[in-house]
């Protein structure tokens, strides 16, 4: 039982292209969350995702960033244009359906992105 | 809103000492719990988590009893090992499976 997969490990992007993170959610989980790490920060909530809603976004910067969660296939979130602010370590979880107990969630090993 | 407060790190002990890292809480209703360990270059592993009060979360020799009177939840080991080197943070949710709110980490380093 994998799991929870990101790719890539690692990306670098110049300033103004787009980054392309992938996160596939373990196998019967079906929520998805997105969280952001600064360099020597705590990790900060960005979205919440499951299969095809988007739940809360309150954490999403409000230009140049969104997040899916489609039917079939990884969880992407996308940066347009960015910028070396965005420069952190993207990390996703994914955690079961609730059915009223509280299920930890199992985090992924995260996206690297640096903006050159 | 809820918020995570913990212990300004970092930590540096000996072989074999006792580790206390605090964390206090602000939340409403009766959130649940959790630490999360992160080595050097991974991603975050949940060590333990508790669910109502008075709860004591374990694991590896970790320990951590959620404290409503005091909305505490610090984290305790009776005798750290070199491999406990990493950073620790404390986190919460206000209901099961929603966002996870952390404190800003508490770097750990064991010194043999």
């Known amino acids: 039982n994998a799991g929870v997969m990101q790719n890539p490990r690692h990306l670098v992007r110049r300033r103004g292209q787009e980054a392309r993170l992938r996160c596939s959610p373990m196998?019967?989980?079906?929520?998805v969350y997105w969280y952001r790490q600064l360099p020597e920060e705590g990790l900060k909530f960005m979205v919440y995702?499951?299969?095809?809603?988007?739940?809360?976004e309150s954490g999403m910067p409000k230009e140049r960033f969104s997040a899916e969660f489609p039917k079939e296939g990884p969880s992407i979130l996308r940066i347009q244009q960015v910028v070396r602010g965005d420069s952190a370590a993207y990390f996703c979880a994914s955690s079961r359906q609730s059915t009223g107990d509280t299920y930890g969630y199992t985090f992924g090993s995260g996206t690297r992105l640096t903006v050159v | 809103g809820n918020s995570v407060t913990q212990m300004e790190g970092p930590v540096t002990l000996s072989e074999e000492a006792f580790l206390t890292i605090n964390c206090t809480y602000t939340?409403?209703?009766?959130?649940?719990l959790f630490w999360y360990v992160q080595y050097p270059g991974e991603g975050l592993q949940l060590l333990l988590k508790?669910?109502?009060?008075?709860d004591k979360g374990s694991n590896k020799g970790f320990e951590a009893t959620y404290r409503k009177e005091t909305t505490s939840f610090h984290l305790e080991k009776g005798s750290v090992q070199v491999s406990d080197s990493a950073v620790y943070f404390c986190a919460l949710t206000p209901f099961g499976n929603e966002k996870l709110t952390f404190g800003t980490g508490t770097r750990l380093t064991i010194i043999p």
């Open positions: 995702l499951q299969k095809e809603n988007i739940i809360d």
């Open positions: 508790a669910t109502k009060a008075d």
């Open positions: 196998k019967g989980h079906s929520h």
């Open positions: 939340a409403t209703g009766y959130p649940s």
